[in-house]
């Protein structure tokens, strides 16, 4: 029925491969849950493995950490602001949207999609 091999390519011929190393890029990010910064090392390492190599990964690993380097400005932000108590708000709106924007990507990323997030400063190029 189907010519094209599940483990192999995608319809958008990114490697099975590719696109797991791509959502790990993005998911690494939900190590900022349990480790100091971890939102910032795990997509870092994930992309400096796997850039000379695979093309997607590399996009994607730019992506998301381009992401996570916003997400700490928009917290540090949001702590300073702390003082005229809105910073909570913030703080909470910006954690829930980091989480679901990751997860989002990472799906995206698996089916072989580029994912570009909303609201992004595009640092590492």
Do not use: C
Not at 32 to 58: H, S
Not at 93 to 98: F, I, P
């Amino acid at each position: 029925m189907n010519d094209i091999d599940p483990t192999n390519a995608s319809a958008s011929g990114i490697s099975a491969e590719e696109r797991q190393w791509a959502m790990f890029a993005h998911l690494s990010a939900l190590l900022g849950l349990v480790i100091p910064f971890g939102n910032l090392l795990g997509p870092l390492v994930i992309w400096l493995m796997k850039k000379e190599t695979m093309p997607f990964v590399d996009q994607q690993g730019k992506e998301a950490l381009n992401f996570q380097i916003t997400v700490s400005i928009a917290m540090l932000v949001a702590a300073i602001l702390i003082i005229v108590v809105i910073g909570f708000v913030l703080m909470l709106l910006v954690g829930v949207a980091a989480i679901v924007l990751t997860i989002m990507a990472a799906i995206k990323a698996n089916e072989g999609v580029s994912y570009r997030y909303p609201f992004t400063l595009r640092l590492v190029n």
